[in-house]
């Protein structure tokens, strides 16, 4: 691809990402991560080979460009990956991948050589290049290991994604360079990059969380309203009539998709929001209950001092130095 095209398509995926935050639920909340400064590397593999990766508190990608591997995790089962396949690790957990083709040792593990002119090998050094991928991994603002569990699937698989495959190469090359804006570009690729590939996914599991949700049509709506309008006076009635179904049976719905009841669930984004908002100092205590849904800021006190301990003004006060991001970790935990 030429670098006038990278350049065009560095700059769409940034409108891309601004634009969809203002009104999709799932880029507001990887928005609020605020993603940053990846580690991407080319691995390639001949013969056979297995390689094992202990918990880390940062998600892990892999984007197979050559061949197929199989991936196994802690808490998911076995997953071929295939040429064009795309596959997040969203939260920590031990893994293990190997080749395709069978290893005459089964509990055989390697670790991966360094080679000379860069990039990794698994398997056979002399050998024909069988497998071919690009893996790494972003880090967010918070080191809670557990961030996403209780929004995502505990792995994430997108077939065929090419666009996928696209973003990861520009991360690569962006991650080792030091050109002007780096970071800003880091950022903005790897926001569309975690929405590209949660939008993609093929198999969501049977756990709750937001994704699952979201791939409701009629809960969908509901969730979107919430998170275009928080400050409105929701009701659980509302919600329901917003997604065409009985109070009962949209609460049912609600909690057997998402895992938290619907109130439980706006009102943990009301307060994510708030505490983002008393990071950046931009506004009074009474302006930020009244964008959250609160009629007036002694609601908004009480609810909040309840649920974080502190009033919002001290909470602003002790986190002034806080760094961004760490809403959506305190989303994720309190409807998890």
Same mark, same amino acid.
Not at 123 to 144: E, K, T
Not at 175 to 180: F, L, Q, R, T, Y
């Given at each position: 691809m030429a670098i006038g095209d990278w350049t065009f398509y560095i700059q769409k995926s940034i409108e891309i990402s601004n634009e969809s935050r203002m009104a999709?639920?799932?880029?507001?909340?990887? %928005?609020?991560?605020?993603? /940053?400064? *990846?580690?991407?590397? =080319?691995?390639? !593999?001949? /013969?056979?080979?297995?390689? #094992? &990766?202990? +918990?880390?508190?940062?998600?892990?990608?892999? $984007?197979?460009? @050559?061949?197929?591997?199989?991936?196994? /995790?802690? +808490?998911?089962?076995?997953?071929?990956?295939? $040429? !064009?396949?795309?596959?997040?690790? *969203?939260?920590?957990?031990?893994?293990?991948?190997?080749?395709e083709a069978p290893s005459k040792d089964i509990d055989m593990v390697i670790d991966p050589v360094i080679l000379p002119g860069g990039g990794y090998?698994?398997?056979?050094?002399? !050998?024909?290049?069988?497998?071919?991928?690009?893996? /790494?991994? =972003?880090?967010?603002?918070?080191?809670?290991?557990?961030?996403l569990s209780a929004l995502l699937p505990k792995l994430?698989?997108? &077939?065929?994604?090419? &666009?996928?495959?696209?973003?990861?190469?520009?991360l690569g090359e962006e991650?080792?360079?030091? @050109? *002007?804006g780096r970071e800003v570009v880091? +950022?903005?690729?790897?926001?569309?990059?975690?929405?590209? $590939?949660?939008?993609?996914?093929?198999?969501?599991?049977?756990?709750p969380g937001l994704l699952r949700g979201l791939s409701d049509e009629r809960l969908a709506v509901a969730i979107r309203a919430m998170h275009a309008r928080?400050?409105?006076?929701w009701t659980v009635a509302e919600l329901a009539r917003e997604s065409a179904l009985s109070r009962s049976g949209f609460h049912e719905r609600f909690l057997s998709a998402v895992g938290v009841a619907p109130m439980q669930y706006l009102t943990a984004w009301?307060?994510?929001? $708030? @505490?983002?908002?008393?990071? @950046? #100092?931009?506004?009074?205590? %009474?302006?930020?209950?009244?964008?959250?849904?609160?009629?007036?800021?002694?609601?908004?006190s009480v609810a909040f001092t309840r649920d974080v301990g502190v009033s919002p003004a001290r909470y602003a006060r002790q986190t002034v130095a806080a760094l961004p991001g760490t809403a959506a970790e305190e989303f994720v935990g309190a409807i998890a």
């Open positions: 999709d639920p799932l880029a507001q909340i990887v %928005g609020l991560l605020q993603p /940053g400064a *990846p580690f991407s590397k =080319c691995v390639t !593999g001949s /013969g056979p080979w297995r390689v #094992r &990766r202990t +918990q880390s508190p940062n998600p892990y990608y892999v $984007a197979v460009l @050559k061949g197929s591997l199989r991936y196994r /995790g802690h +808490q998911s089962g076995e997953v071929i990956v295939n $040429a !064009g396949d795309f596959i997040l690790i *969203p939260f920590a957990q031990d893994f293990m991948m190997w080749s090998r698994v398997g056979s050094i002399n !050998g024909p290049i069988d497998m071919r991928a690009l893996v /790494g991994y =972003c880090i967010f603002q918070s080191d809670d290991a557990s961030l994430v698989v997108a &077939r065929g994604e090419h &666009r996928l495959t696209m973003l990861m190469q520009l991650a080792v360079g030091n @050109k *002007p880091l +950022q903005h690729l790897l926001e569309v990059l975690l929405i590209e $590939a949660l939008r993609s996914t093929a198999e969501l599991g049977n756990s928080p400050d409105r006076g009301r307060l994510a929001l $708030a @505490k983002d908002l008393l990071r @950046k #100092r931009e506004a009074s205590v %009474g302006e930020i209950a009244r964008q959250v849904g609160y009629r007036s800021a002694s609601a908004f």
